[in-house]
């Protein structure tokens, strides 16, 4: 029963490094989001994918990059990291275009 | 742009009364409306949407209300329970942009015995 999956939990990076958060799920949902929120702010869409092979962008996507090459995964990579992307990322998946959307437990990543 | 807006950041409510948390929307191809209660340090989870061809949704405690007119939904949670407190977000989505989904800030309610 494990939904979606975010790992890491928590991750400090310096300015200037990269990383990958990754995302699983195990429902063969099709939908797949990556959302980012901010301090007592609301969630940005930063990517989004309807199927494998197929991403587009959100809200706020600069700064950020996505692949989705199979069903279940949908990693989110920061290639250069700055201060301003200190932050909450969610990922979340649904199955069809009128459904709700299952949200992972977040990573929690500081850039200084 | 803000497209959905949520412009009570808090609301305090007395336990066993009605709790009514609003939202506004600007985009009038938005047609179906998702609201998500969050607890500090876990994901938003689901509670309850509804789709353009209604006015109303219940679902137990929790009721949504949309005026089309108005680009306006509001949830009515009642009675309001201690575990109700938490963050709840409004959310929207048109079947025209490809599945984007669209959150409000956000609204703390309280709930105080």
């Known amino acids: 029963n494990a939904g979606v999956t975010q790992t890491p939990k928590f991750r400090i990076l310096k300015i200037g490094q990269s990383m990958t958060l990754q995302c699983t799920q195990d429902m063969n949902h099709n939908y797949m989001y990556w959302y980012r929120q901010d301090p007592g702010m609301g969630l940005k869409l930063i990517y989004y994918?309807?199927?494998?092979?197929?991403?587009d962008k959100g809200e706020v996507p600069n700064g950020y990059n996505v692949s989705r090459s199979t069903t279940e995964d949908f990693p989110l990579r920061l290639e250069l990291a700055a201060p301003s992307q200190t932050s909450v990322y969610f990922c979340?998946?649904?199955?069809?275009?009128?459904?709700?959307?299952?949200f992972g437990n977040g990573t929690r990543l500081t850039v200084t | 742009d803000q497209q959905v807006k949520q412009n009570s950041p808090s609301l305090s409510v007395q336990e066993g009364r009605i709790s009514i948390l609003n939202c506004d929307y600007t985009?009038?191809?938005?047609?179906?409306f998702l609201w998500y209660k969050k607890y500090p340090a876990e994901g938003p989870t689901f509670l309850i949407s509804?789709?353009?061809?209604?006015d109303k949704n219940e679902d137990g405690r929790f009721t949504v209300f949309l005026n089309k007119s108005a680009k306006h939904l509001s949830l009515h949670i009642v009675p309001s329970q201690p575990g109700d407190s938490a963050v709840y977000f409004c959310?929207?989505?048109?079947?025209?942009?490809?599945?984007?989904?669209?959150f409000g800030s956000g609204t703390r309610l309280s709930i105080r015995p």
């Open positions: 994918s309807v199927g494998a092979g197929i991403t």
């Open positions: 979340a998946s649904r199955s069809l275009n009128d459904s709700p959307l299952h």
């Open positions: 959310a929207a989505s048109a079947k025209s942009s490809a599945s984007k989904i669209i």
């Open positions: 985009n009038s191809m938005f047609d179906y």
């Open positions: 509804i789709s353009s061809i209604k």
